[in-house]
């Protein structure tokens, strides 16, 4: 049996009280944001319990925020991100998931018992908007799943030497756009750009034809580091606040085009999914497990003590338009990524460089051994030579009107119990009318 | 002759009135704030003249922002950062400039004949601190120099094809890092990281051995545009504030072996320097100039009507520890760039990638046609083939000490009448024997 809190959390949700995911909303409507603190439709941080959004900004204004660390710091969460919150550190995570835990709690009286404050602080999940939960200042996107490097390789340099000999050795990244990056729910427009020309003819210009998902999770960094001072990957998790789920889209004929030799650009930097609730590691605590044996063995900077993943399911969905339901074409796991979270991270500042607090480490597409757990259209379709069928259509990669859903679920032995869930959902890709036509008088 | 200032400007100085580059600092001393709007040693922004800085928050405090567009909004010049200013677009940068150039001319009074506002507002460049000129959501760094490219492709793929293919239809670029975007005369520690292993040992981990510089040049991202609506090249103009120098110091031995396939990382991002002084595209406007002819013709979103550079000559000095003068060894020029800042624009949003105010861009080592005019050591010495000889001392990458000063100074045809300069000086790696121990201990 799981925790049991005063509200109502249906064996279904993905948000019981062993959950409590971190996210940022702004209340619809002054009624429903029902008296609290900052302007009534204000951007605030929010934990989810159930189907309700406990406003944290009303929780920290009544003044139960009473630990020793939050009690004289409770502005964290009168502020419209998280980046002051999670720039705290690991004892202010722990105290606040304490705090709210305990005071959602069956038998706790102080929230239970008061009308007025149950009023002003849990707000249906309907009437809130979500918004992305961290100011992003930079954005990493990783390489870390050799199933997915090996595929990429095979498929663009052929069969021999798929994966380049420097993977084994560090987890190859490249700098992704912070600007593009939008919460989950948020239209994603069809890029126009350059595709490989064929023979001496001059590039394909026009609306990307190869149009693709990628299946990621990121890390949301907790306190940085001083430029010129690297983290010790024994260090590293302090770093990190905790996962959203992440869709890298791709737009693999722009990508092939461009990338060499300085890696993608456009092919990425239209836009940039992310889940709006951020699961703390200490909620994924429970669903910790060994890490892929490392061979050749990491330099000693990499080499870490605790060489741990996560065993979090992970599946995506598409529903193309007019269809009532969506279809699952794959499912894969984040305990298949070779280079963990920390060891990405302390590559990451190796050299030096400094991350800050709110900044998005991204994992790389996760792709599991079997085709069936390939996280991308590019691998699933082996780049459009094997159409999957989808509702009995034929599919090789996104098209317009499609809607692409990612979730992350890890349930506990207890059957019915999910512990965590985070969806990106409602991507379409490219576009109504108007845009379409808007688009293309700007470029011609 | 040129404009004259009621404040003295020396002919050799960098700052006359027909410069007037932006920027923001902070005062070293109370008193050297004297008495102004922000608190006394907040930052704020200001503009060169001679050798004192105009404090733009006192010159908006005493209402001589009187022009119809800025009358309204001169908390723009009580910011932190420039950022409000450059998203104001155009006709505020135009109306801040000549309302600037008139208050500190010869025959105005209101500034020259108001003893207490001189105090207020003019402050000795020696008693101000400069800072970065804006918040820098994004920084891209293209690839723009056909030589540098050249070059290196000779250098690491061989004298077979060196330029991609790709190369000549589209500017190619990467997203950097914004976090190390440090101001000039911050120290650069050396770097950490792997190089290539030889043979079948494993990588070498350690201090990067080929440190080098870049010569570049970058621009500011005046107002933004909306995720999914590209800009028109033929206005990409509209949307530049001005030009920064900037020096993209490059770990050769890390990038060799990190960058296949997705680019550099962490080869760059342990710091990149950009100059305080934000020369404005109108300041720059005597200096236009055609830009090489492009064959093949690009693409229509590339075909710009005003396909202009900049006659921008550019030179880097390394002065090596202990050496009391500096040695030049290199001299080029902005206008070898192949693709112009406005194409680059362009083509940064043509997939729908949105650029917010304060951005950076920066255009790529540029290297003129002449082993003289390359713009990296990489280029100078041939990967370390042909040492430099620098006072007297072989030089194949950067020495600890080193301090490598970049310049730009656009001279006018009255001789001695310079333009503007900007540069980027005590650039110094990596560190003194504190910051090496600390860390070593933190590495191992």
């Known amino acids: 049996m799981g925790l049991k809190s005063f509200v109502e959390v249906s064996p279904e949700s993905h948000f019981p009280l062993e959950n409590l995911p971190f996210g940022v909303f702004r209340p619809k409507t002054a009624a429903a944001a029902g008296g609290s603190c900052p302007p009534p439709l204000a951007a605030r941080p929010g934990v989810a319990i159930g189907d309700l959004v406990l406003d944290l900004s009303a929780v920290a204004s009544a003044g139960l925020f009473d630990g020793p660390v939050l009690k004289n710091n409770h502005q964290c969460f009168l502020q419209p991100s998280l980046n002051m919150f999670v720039e705290m550190g690991r004892p202010a995570w722990k105290e606040a998931r304490s705090t709210i835990q305990k005071l959602l709690s069956a038998d706790e009286p102080r929230l239970r018992d008061n009308a007025s404050l149950r009023e002003k602080s849990l707000i249906p999940m309907g009437e809130v908007q979500m918004l992305l939960p961290t100011i992003i200042g930079d954005y990493t996107d990783f390489f870390c799943s050799m199933h997915h490097a090996k595929n990429c390789g095979t498929i663009f340099r052929g069969p021999e030497n798929p994966i380049s000999p420097n993977w084994f050795h560090l987890p190859i990244a490249y700098h992704g756009r912070a600007s593009s990056i939008i919460v989950s729910g948020t239209d994603i427009i069809r890029p126009r750009g350059q595709g490989h020309p064929s023979g001496k003819s001059p590039p394909y210009f026009g609306p990307s034809q190869k149009l ?49 030799p300085l890696g993608p650009f456009l092919a990425k930097s239209f836009g ?43 599946e995506v969905w598409v529903k193309p338009e007019g269809h009532e339901h969506p279809s699952i074409i794959t499912r894969s796991n984040f ?33 599991g051994p079997d085709p069936e757990s390939y996280g991308c259209l590019l691998e699933l379709t082996w780049n459009a030579q094997k159409p999957l069928t989808i509702n009995g259509s034929d599919r090789k990669f996104l098209e317009d009107g499609d809607e692409v859903i990612i979730t992350a679920c890890c349930k506990t032995p207890t059957p019915r119990t ?12 490219p576009h109504q009318a108007t845009h379409q036509a808007r688009y293309l008088a700007i470029i011609y």
Chains 1, 2 share one sequence.
């Not at 429970?286 to 065993?311: G, I, S, T, V």
Request: hydrophobic share 40%; glycine share 6%; proline share 7%.
């Open 418 to 429: 999910w512990l965590l869930d985070n969806r990106i959902c409602r991507i379409i890709a």
């Open 212 to 260: 693709d998902f990628e299946l990621e999770m990121a890390a949301i960094v907790g306190p940085g580091n001083e430029l010129g001072k690297p983290v010790d990957v024994n260090k590293a998790a302090d770093h990190i606040f905790g996962l959203v789920l992440l869709n890298d889209w791709s737009a693999r004929d722009i990508q092939a085009w461009e990338y060499v």
């Open 272 to 314: 940039t999914t992310i889940s709006p609730w951020i699961v703390t590691l200490e909620a994924l605590e429970p669903f910790a497990c060994d890490a892929p044996k490392q061979e050749p063995q990491p330099l000693p900077y990499l080499d870490e003590n605790n060489h741990r993943n996560y065993d979090i399911p992970l």
């Open 335 to 367: 305990n298949h990524l070779y280079w963990t979270l920390t060891q990405q991270l302390a590559h990451h500042t190796v050299n030096g460089c400094n991350l800050r607090a709110g900044d998005l480490l991204g994992t790389g597409t996760i792709s």
